[in-house]
């Protein structure tokens, strides 16, 4: 069997899980960032002029672990490339393989219970260094192979196979956890989700918890990954050293099935999916022996109809009482809903939030939103917004600003909210109507302001101040003057997590973990510090309101957070004592050889300095192997600068519908606005067989060959509103071609062609419906297909719009939006000027719209393309993106226009797996209608309309396999018809990947 057949579905199935790791080219910085350079032995740290402190603090954070605690991984350590992100206002960090670099984006999360409250800049680098660690001692036996054979898209890929995701990020919230005393591992919200399922005795498999589900709550890979990588310490005689051996033995393949499974089996006892069993009992085991020492506070469901579904719900009253909510589902996108009589009314839909925390009184609705750069990808905004109640009239109060968490002021002039930008801390007070800031103050210890909120008085605030590793719930007296304000710490400061509160009269009301469960707890504000723990709840309880005398707060359960209300009296412990985090926590952790806190070893040592110019720097050669983009399959090679915003490649490539191979160089430069892209390349086409073969092989009746050079400007936009993902390209080009054909040549007497042109459906001349080719036959086809030499310039112009509406989980599709492309194409011939008649030019255009179905889930969606090819050879339709009606085979006109339209409802969640083979999550149905209209090639002087029409049904599984790859499986049943002809049916197979 030919070798290529055996590796390309390999190679293209490669580059479809290694294509998101590959830059674009577009780094989308903007353009007067001055950047500067860190270089250690362990990373290389560029980060934008201004924050020297913090990228100091991250290399010494970075540099300390890799000659300290690496031994628990492995001791390969490849240096590291890290950018710094500040423009952004996400929470977030990532190491990737291909090529491998780091981002840590600078922001610090507003909602501490899921991260704790040590500082964001220390969690970053205690976190993702150990990515970068992990991904480093990939590199035993059959990783160091693909690495050599593809790149480090080659080691990506393969070590996607062999390792499971959970480990990557169970094992790095570990590293958190042992270095630090205080990471996610001691965090009780982290488990929220296991810990409602397992008190539930909701236990469910192995292959779920790895893929996932539509319709149940289940735990990321996060605290999967947590609980199997502490019991694995816990079962192992290597304790905290084990994983070392796993990985290494895992990517030396041992045991080809499953090889992870098996290493972990070697080096535990347990294979993966017993190990899990392990976890998940001793933490059950565990939770349900604490819960016999609890008597839970009493309390009752506040809605009437309760959401069968997952959801979620944060309460906010108003100030007359009125009980607000913000709720998210999985079958619903955030929205704001005021419960009346236990009913949902719903108020306004709000996506994109910024911060969970919205603020409301009798009149406005206030939130904060990220609003991305419609021209730099890496910059986004936290801007404020209003509603006002009566007239639903939105408005946004502040542009360009990172301001989170905003609270409407008693007299409902003022709004205050947290400020973070770069190195910036502030609490800030704004006008109420016009968004203008009044007022900056410095907070408490120039910490991170959390959830700031007013007093009744309207010259206090109340906010968690995040500060050296710590938390406090702190009261500001503002001075409007210049003198120092005055601050009262509220409770006391420790890593204790402290979430959502409410201020009713003279106490206040909170959630905080220091229980070793997240519960509600109430002290004055006078500063004395007496805890009163008001609810014991199973799981956790958060965001308390005071409504009506009513203490309303969410509970989390194994179907969400709920709304429940109980006596604000009710006291659970009086003299609530609070030590440390780690004191509470319930599961033990064993540490390795190396692994002790290190916070306070880590010296700050002053780094040089250095400015960064980027573009060639940095530029390196990281993958060779597959490629697939735009429809084509191929191999290449690909570089990428540190930065992102200069990509070149080289690539052989086969386009999956036409069959033409093109060979390609090209680079793009990404650092401006306008992105720009220069390629030269050269194409050779399979033409397109009319004419069956009988009796002898006919390889094509001609070879077009293609050489060209380009180039492309092209600008990219994207932005949102507060439910729509809007974005625009426009592109233009101009490059050179010349372009060759071979002629036909006779094909022998044997031949016995076929009585019409299938491809175009129209019944040929005379000349063609002898059982033998006669002179006149081929003097007919080399009129319809002549040797042609030309070159000439080339023009080309695109333009795309989209506006998409959010969606749930469960949806199958937007509700609404809407995208249209639109692609021309002018071959200006070197005899040819402008001025002439256009005679060699090409459009393309495709749309979709979105529209929703009678059922929340369901929805309705159109596809149209409309082609039209002036050009003169016909083979140029047949490598364009156009979609033909279903059933019918890809087919070569001048001119055509399709529209698809379909109708698809789920049917089943069925949450089932076989063997860790293949993972069952959804089946749905669509239905559909399709239509096209031709106009075909002249032939004898004569030009042809042709209508084609389809309908039937698709019945598609969303599925996973071996539990790594996403995947659609469908089988499609229709009837079609051409014209006037008898209808027939047809039957399909297909698949399609999905990352």
Not at 175 to 195: A, I, M
Not at 238 to 246: F, I, S
Not at 426 to 444: E, F, H, N, Q, S
Not at 678 to 700: C, T, V
Request: hydrophobic content about 35%; aromatic content about 12%.
């Amino acid at each position: 069997m030919n070798i290529i057949k055996i590796l390309l579905p390999i190679l293209i199935l490669f580059s479809l899980i290694a294509k998101g790791q590959v830059s674009n080219g577009s780094g989308g910085h903007p353009i007067n960032t001055k950047w500067k350079e860190i270089n250690t032995e362990a990373v290389d740290v560029i980060y934008p002029e201004g924050i020297d402190s913090v990228a100091n603090k991250i290399a010494n954070n970075i540099n300390y672990i890799y000659n300290n605690q690496y031994y628990s991984i492995g001791g390969v350590k490849r240096k590291l490339s890290l950018v710094l992100q500040t423009n952004q206002v996400q929470s977030n960090g990532y190491v990737s393989l291909a090529p491998y670099r780091s981002e840590f984006y600078l922001t610090p999360p507003q909602n501490l219970t899921m991260l704790g409250s040590m500082d964001w800049a220390t969690t970053l680098s205690v976190h993702e260094y150990r990515h970068a660690l992990q991904f480093s001692n990939l590199y035993h036996g059959f990783g160091k192979a693909a690495r050599i054979l593809m790149g480090d898209s080659g080691l990506n890929f393969f070590s996607g196979f062999i390792v499971p995701n959970w480990f990557f990020e169970g094992d790095a919230v570990m590293t958190e956890t042992v270095l630090t005393n205080q990471g996610r591992g001691y965090v009780p919200s982290f488990f929220n989700e296991q810990k409602a399922l397992l008190l539930n005795d909701k236990d469910y498999s192995y292959q779920k918890a790895r893929n996932g589900s539509y319709k149940d709550l289940l735990p990321s890979h996060y605290p999967l990954g947590y609980a199997m990588v502490r019991e694995a310490r816990e079962v192992s005689l290597y304790k905290g050293d084990v994983w070392e051996k796993v990985l290494k033995s895992s990517m030396n393949l041992h045991g080809i099935i499953y090889p992870f499974s098996q290493s972990t089996k070697k080096h535990t006892g347990y294979s993966t999916h017993k190990l899990y069993k392990k976890a998940y009992a001793d933490m059950k085991a565990t939770w349900k022996k604490d819960l016999e020492n609890k008597v839970i506070s009493p309390s009752s469901f506040i809605l009437k109809k309760e959401d069968r579904l997952v959801s979620m719900y944060n309460p906010m009253r108003s100030y007359d009482n009125r009980l607000f909510v913000l709720k998210k589902g999985y079958s619903t996108t955030p929205r704001i809903i005021e419960v009346v009589d236990g009913k949902e009314k719903k108020v306004y839909n709000v996506n994109n939030l910024s911060s969970d925390l919205f603020d409301i009184n009798n009149k406005q609705l206030v939130w904060s939103q990220t609003d991305t750069d419609p021209v730099y990808q890496f910059r986004s905004y936290s801007n404020i917004y209003s509603l006002d109640l009566k007239t639903k009239r939105k408005t946004k109060l502040t542009s360009k600003t990172k301001l989170f968490s905003p609270s409407i002021s008693p007299d409902g002039k003022s709004i205050v909210a947290s400020e973070f930008d770069n190195s910036l801390r502030a609490l800030v007070i704004l006008d109420a109507k016009t968004g203008k800031i009044v007022k900056r103050y410095t907070p408490y210890h120039n910490g991170v302001v959390v959830y700031p909120k007013w007093m009744k008085d309207g010259e206090s605030i109340v906010y968690i101040a995040s500060f050296d590793n710590k938390t406090a719930l702190v009261k500001q007296t503002l001075n409007p003057s210049n003198t120092k304000d005055e601050f009262t710490e509220i409770t006391p400061t420790n890593n204790h997590v402290i979430s959502n509160f409410c201020i009713d009269n003279n106490k206040i009301y909170f959630s905080a973990s220091y229980s070793g469960t997240d519960n509600i707890y109430s002290t004055g504000l006078s500063g004395n510090k007496k805890i009163t723990q008001i609810s014991n709840v199973k799981v956790g309880a958060y965001n308390p309101v005071i409504v009506n005398n009513k203490l309303i707060y969410g509970d989390y359960t194994f179907k969400g957070e709920k709304l429940k209300s109980m006596d604000p009296s009710y006291v659970a412990n009086a003299n609530t004592k609070v030590t440390s985090l780690k004191e509470v926590a319930l599961f033990e952790i064993s540490k390795g050889k190396q692994e002790k806190y290190i916070l306070s070893d880590i010296p700050n040592n002053q780094y040089d300095k250095s400015s960064y110019k980027g573009l060639f720097k940095g530029l390196k050669l990281h993958s060779w192997g597959s490629v697939n983009v735009n429809n084509k399959s191929g191999l290449g090679l690909k570089m990428d600068n540190i930065l992102g915003d200069l990509s070149m490649a080289a690539v052989y490539s086969k386009h999956n519908i036409s069959g033409t191979n093109q060979y390609l160089l090209n680079a793009v430069y990404g650092k401006y606005p306008v992105k720009i892209s220069a390629s030269a390349s050269r194409q050779i086409a399979e033409s397109p067989n009319f004419f069956p073969s009988q009796g002898k092989k006919i390889d094509s009746l001609f070879t077009p060959k293609v050489d060209r050079a380009r180039l492309t400007l092209s600008l990219p936009i994207q932005t949102n509103s507060t439910n729509y993902s809007i974005g625009a390209n426009m592109s233009t080009g101009i490059g050179t071609y010349k372009y060759d054909t071979r002629s036909f040549e006779g094909w022998g007497d044997t031949y016995k062609p076929s009585t019409k042109i299938i491809a175009a459906g129209n019944t040929l001349p005379s000349t063609f419906e002898n059982d033998k080719i006669t002179d006149e036959t081929i003097k007919e086809i080399n009129r319809l297909f002549p040797e042609t030499k030309k070159s000439g310039i080339e023009y080309r112009a695109s333009v795309s719009l989209s506006a998409i509406r959010n969606k749930a989980p469960m949806n199958l599709q937007p509700k609404f939006g809407a995208s249209v492309k639109v692609d021309y194409t002018l071959e200006v011939n070197e005899k040819e000027k402008l001025s002439s008649p256009i005679k060699e030019g090409q459009w393309n255009v495709s749309t979709r719209l979105y529209l929703p179905g009678l059922m929340a889930n369901d929805g309705i969606f159109i596809d149209g393309s409309y082609g039209k090819n002036d050009m003169d050879r016909l083979y140029q339709l047949k490598t364009t993106d156009f979609v033909d009606a279903r059933g019918i085979d890809n087919i070569v006109t001048d001119e055509r226009f399709s529209l698809r339209n379909n109708y698809q409802v789920p049917l089943w969640y069925p949450d089932f797996g076989i063997a860790n083979i293949i993972y069952f999550k959804r089946m749905r149905l669509n239905g559909f209608y399709d239509l096209q209209f031709t106009k075909d090639m002249k032939i004898a002087n004569k030009t042809s309309y042709n209508k084609y029409q389809s309908y039937g049904g698709e019945l598609v599984f969303d599925i996973s396999i071996i539990n790594v790859l996403p995947m659609q499986v469908g089988i499609r049943y229709g009837m079609n018809q051409y014209g006037n002809e008898k209808r027939t049916d047809f039957f399909r197979y297909s698949t399609s990947f999905h990352f």
